[in-house]
Each structure stands twice: as C-alpha cells, then as structure tokens.
C-alpha cells in the first residue's frame, strides 16, 4: 500500500499502551516514510507527544470511552479530511475481542485500509462490515448471559414451588392416611408378680 504522493498517513488508535511502541516500530519498518498520528486519551498526551515515532498526537478526554459517539461527529469528520492511507487499532489480547468500539473508530476515519495489531506483532484487515459484527457480538453476549442467569432463576423458583408443593401435599394426605400398626404393650400380670 503506498499514498500517490510516496508518504503513507496512518492513524494509531492507542487502545492498547503495551504494544504501542513495537506498532510504531513495526510502522516504520513497513513504511519508512510514513507520517503517524496517535489518537490518546488527554492524559497521555504528554507522553505520546514525547515519542520519536509519532509526528501528530490528537486526544479523546479522559473519562469518555474510546468510541465513534463519544469521540464526535465533528472530530471524526476531521479524521476523515485527513484523508489517511491506513487506520490502525491496537489490541492487548490476540483475538481482538472487546475492541469493537476502537475498530469502528478505526473504521470511522474512512481510511484506505484498516488493520488490527495484536501482542504478537501480526495484524487483521478490517472493514466496517466485519467491525460492525464484532460489535454486535459483543454486545449481545451480554444479553444472552442475563438471559442465562434469569432462566436460571426461574428454574430454580420453579423446582423450589414444587418441593415446597411436595411437602404439603405429603403433610396433607399424612394427616389422613391411618396410623401405623403398633402392638400393644402388654402390662405385667400383677397377681403374677406378687406371688
């Protein structure tokens, strides 16, 4: 992949600050006149500003969580103005799972190519298409373990009614059934004792 003008215009999406760096590196060693803008919360702003490796830094605040609706449709048109060759989403964990948010942030940004990188230095191509699958999977994963728990619960207030049921029906019909058979008790024989 190479911009028309030979400088590649990527987009880091910092999601992930352990593989921040080996991206950036990996970046450079792919694109060696490339120019990379990191999107970071605010507090890091310092920090990744501070990096050889990043030309631009843009920032999210802090408390809002990294994602198209809270970044802004006005930022995110921004992002698209800048036209860039590659927008990547960073991942702590191999599969990607839970990064939905950031890849259709990533996606938002209309680049020309989309990746995910993970811990082991290898990326996934994404589209919107695929992002948006992701996000949904996600969220209704969700879902179905409240279905779950609730299933659950009904279930055990369902067998619990019908032991409760069990025992008083059992109370009920024990209360009529006959009483079991004793012997009787035989008293000593009194004339036979005093003699």
Known sequence: MEAQNSQVNILVIRSATRILNQTLLSLREEFPDCRITVLAPQSAR???????LVDEVLTI???RRMSVSNYGKANIARLQEKKYDLAVSLYNIDHGLGY??????????KAKEVRGYNPKGT?????SAKAMR???MEKTT???????????????FI?????IGEWGIRKLFGAFSPKPYQPPVR????????S
């Open 123 to 127: 990326f996934v191509k994404l589209e």
């Open 134 to 136: 992701k996000s949904i």
């Open 159 to 163: 067998i619990t009614l019908a032991l």
């Open 61 to 63: 605040p802090d408390q």
């Open 142 to 156: 969700f879902f179905w373990l409240a279905i779950n728990y609730a299933a659950t619960a009904l279930l055990c």
């Open 100 to 109: 939905a948010n950031i890849d259709r942030l990533a996606c938002a940004a």
């Open 46 to 52: 310092e920090a990744v500003a501070q990096d050889p």
């Open 187 to 194: 008293e000593p024989n009194k004339a036979i004792t005093q």
